[in-house]
Nanobody, 130 residues
Framework: QVQLVESGGGLVQAGDSLRLSCVAS????????AAWFRQAPGKEREFVAA????????????SYADSVKGRFTVSRVNGRNTVYLQMNSLKPEDTAVYYC???????????????????WGQGTQVTVSS
């Protein structure tokens, strides 16, 4: 089992920045994919960003939804079970509950589908006012 705990959400104005954190505990792996999804009221959960690594920083890859490219950055601290989502130039349409997800099954890809991930956090609310 892997436990994921997100933090860092809040209420900000358009153009502001926020950094979300996701701390993993329990059964982790050197082959790991961590992702961020979000779900706005009345909408389906959607992929935001993901990062995959194997054996430290080797075999590192990331992926972003088109809507956040150039504004959001996903990263991890080498040797620590923490993944960050740095969100800059926030827009009102970024308002959603943000979820951290993890996959420890081996993969050579950076999955963007919900069912590719096995573990989920409880979510953290991000609200961007105009």
């Amino acid at each position: 089992q892997v436990q994921l705990v997100e933090s860092g959400g809040g209420l900000v104005q358009a153009g502001d920045s926020l950094r979300l954190s996701c701390v993993a505990s329990g059964r982790t792996s050197n082959n790991y994919v961590a992702a961020w999804f979000r779900q706005a009221p009345g909408k389906e959960r959607e992929f935001v960003a993901a990062v995959r690594w194997s054996g430290g920083n080797t075999n590192y890859a990331d992926s972003y939804a088109d809507s956040v490219k150039g504004r959001f950055t996903v990263s991890r601290v080498n040797g620590r079970n923490t993944v960050y989502l740095q969100m800059n130039s926030l827009k009102p349409e970024d308002t959603a509950v943000y979820y951290c997800a993890a996959r420890i099954r081996p993969t050579f890809a950076v999955p963007t589908f919900i069912n590719s991930y096995d573990y989920w956090g409880q979510g953290t609310q991000v609200t961007v006012s105009s």
